[in-house]
């Protein structure tokens, strides 16, 4: 099943970046969308041997758990081809992905088309989808959840790692240019705040300023499922990176030491160690 996947990534990242390949914006975007979908799958790699719940788990569930990383992001290539001919609005590549792998017979298992369906929404949206309530069979339902987890997990973990180690992605593709924001003010808005003091990843429509959308990012932390996630985080450093970036789009150096310091605490508290310097 997973060597069928790679192949469906492979023919779907060809087949539209050979239309977009005029632009170097589209071009750029589809090639960056197919490295993502590999180092998404390295992540989930990671969680997959060092996660308990994994543990004893047989090979034919892995293999169908590592498909559904793989192909998480699978219609985004859809949406690179309808941006570059002019489509507007909005486009789930979230739901139309889930819909893409269920008309594929090997791939419409729900435990992939569920988990690729809810992975860029709110979790509520997903414990409220009608065909999850539905599933009567409560093993099913776990794995349907656990496997949720690992996208979202082993997602942000890529995402982090983008941000961090390769800077030259950082802007625009994650912070927008000052010109982009409504709010230019170099500061951290209170509704963000809000949030971001109450554990809960911050509403994108609470977002002002770039430091409100580089914050918008840290507060993923509070999104991780997984205590292996969070140590994957800790091997690369790559929370602590976050905070300082962060402090390059905003002024108050004591507010940023706080909320790395909140962070370090949540991060203790919940998966049993610290990722952060508590000084």
């Known amino acids: 099943m997973l060597d069928g996947a790679r192949k469906i990534l492979l023919d779907e990242y060809y087949g539209n970046r050979e239309i977009v390949a005029v632009s170097p914006h589209y071009a750029a975007y589809a090639d960056e969308k197919y490295r993502h979908s590999l180092q998404v799958l ?3 790699n990671f969680i997959i041997r060092h996660e308990p719940w994994f543990a004893g788990r047989g090979e034919e569930f892995v293999d169908l758990a590592k498909t559904a990383v793989l192909l998480h992001d699978i219609a985004r290539f859809d949406e690179i081809r309808e941006r570059f001919l002019g489509a507007k609005g909005p486009f789930d590549h979230s739901v139309a992905g889930g819909e893409k792998l269920r008309k594929i017979p090997l791939y419409s298992d729900v435990r992939i088309t569920l988990p690729i369906k809810h992975h860029g929404h709110l979790i509520g949206d997903f414990y409220k989808d009608e065909e999850y309530c539905a599933i009567a069979d409560p093993v099913l339902k776990e794995e349907v959840e ?78 991780l499922n997984y205590g292996s996630s969070a140590a994957f985080c800790l091997r690369l450093n790559l929370v602590d990176m976050m905070f300082d970036v962060l402090q390059r789009f905003h002024d108050d150096s004591g507010l940023n030491g706080k909320m790395r310091r909140e962070t370090g605490d949540f991060v203790r508290e919940r998966f049993g160690f610290s990722p952060l310097p508590q000084s």
């Open 42 to 44: 390295g992540a989930g």
């Open 146 to 223: 656990k496997i949720l987890f690992l996208i979202r997990d082993a997602d942000k973990i890529a995402n982090f790692n983008l941000m961090m180690y390769d800077q030259k992605m950082l802007v625009p593709l994650f912070v927008p240019y000052p010109e982009e924001v409504s709010d230019k003010r170099r500061r951290i808005s209170a509704g963000v705040l809000e949030d971001f003091w109450r554990h809960q990843p911050v509403d994108r429509r609470k977002i002002r300023t770039r430091a409100d959308e580089m914050l918008g990012y840290v507060s993923w932390i509070y999104d």
